[in-house]
């Protein structure tokens, strides 16, 4: 099934079960109306409009639909939890690259947040681009947001943010915050059409702890703080919540007050190591899409909200 298909399930589903126009429609999904006619009608064509919307338990429409009312999303898109759990970062990243690929319209601008799936993600949308399309980093870090070696077409313009990730005092941190190239950055990311980012577990084989970023033993302090994980390495507790430590005031990174003020934020994150961090994100609303597979939206919706 490619993605044509499942958008056409999607369309379909608020058309005929959510009763929703084909104006919120388009608005919803951010494309346009002609496009949500279109499919429509191919989908009747197709047979996937009969006297039933016909089931797709490859792609959970019911689970979506219990999610964005669950956490007050605006979409969500769940794909199949792949067999090989290693993959899961990079299976998703493909997904989320397909999906905002279907959404791009020429001009547009992408704010591209920090991490494994992130990256991945933006080398997936810059190797299927057909015209380049312009990325923003929301962090330090270089190497995260720099061409995969093995692609052959990198189709970005990169902005990128000049520093690392983590200063090694606040007072570098703040004269890096201060230089007039960082303030450019953060200007054009406020302009972005959409943002991306992941959403990191307190967890070993996190990005920032997995490259020596932060240690093991940060991680232990972190958990006594209560944090379960981050976003754009702005660690948070189960609510949202923001710690405040001192990895925090030498972090160079989108605030996160910032983020949330972005109309389309796009969380992509799977794994069971990550819910609590994705239930975090999700009820501080510091993204209102989330793309996430099988097995994490069952136990999205599962587990209690205590």
Do not use: W
């Not at 979506?64 to 998703?92: C, M, R, Y």
């Not at 710690?243 to 910032?258: V, Y």
């Amino acid at each position: 099934m490619d993605y044509e298909e499942i958008l056409m399930f999607k369309i379909a589903y608020y058309y005929y079960f959510e009763e929703m126009t084909q104006q919120n429609i388009a608005e919803r999904l951010s494309i346009s109306r002609i496009k949500v006619i279109k499919l429509l009608e191919k989908a009747r064509q197709k047979g996937i409009i009969q006297f039933h919307l016909r089931k797709n338990p490859e792609f959970y429409l019911q689970y979506e639909q219990h999610l964005i009312k669950k956490f007050g999303l605006i979409d969500v898109f769940v794909v199949p939890a792949p067999n090989d759990q290693s993959k899961t970062n990079t299976n998703l990243a493909k997904a989320a690259s397909l999906y905002i690929n279907g959404r791009l319209k020429d001009d547009d601008l992408i704010n591209v947040g920090y991490g494994d799936t992130s990256s991945h993600l933006l080398n997936n949308l810059a190797t299927m681009a057909v015209k380049p399309i312009s990325c923003v980093s929301l962090t330090g870090g270089v190497s995260y947001y720099l061409p995969d070696t093995r692609s052959n077409v990198f189709n970005a313009n990169l902005h990128l943010i000049p520093a690392p990730l983590l200063a090694s005092s606040p007072e570098m941190a703040q004269a890096i915050r201060d230089e007039a190239t960082i303030n450019e950055i953060f200007q054009m990311a406020s302009i972005a059409s959409l943002t991306v980012v992941g959403i990191g577990g307190l967890h070993e084989n996190s990005t920032i702890f997995k490259t020596g970023t932060l240690t093991t033993n940060d991680m232990l302090y972190l958990k006594t703080h209560g944090a379960v994980g981050d976003i754009l390495s702005h660690f948070i507790d189960k609510d949202g919540k923001l710690i405040q430590t001192d990895i925090e005031d030498r972090l160079i990174s989108m605030p996160l007050e910032t983020l949330k003020s972005f109309k389309t934020v796009i969380g992509v994150a799977a794994g069971e190591h990550k819910i609590s961090a994705i239930k975090g994100a999700l009820r501080g609303h510091y993204c209102n899409i989330l793309i996430t597979d099988a097995n994490t939206a069952q136990k999205l919706l599962e587990e209690s909200d205590d």
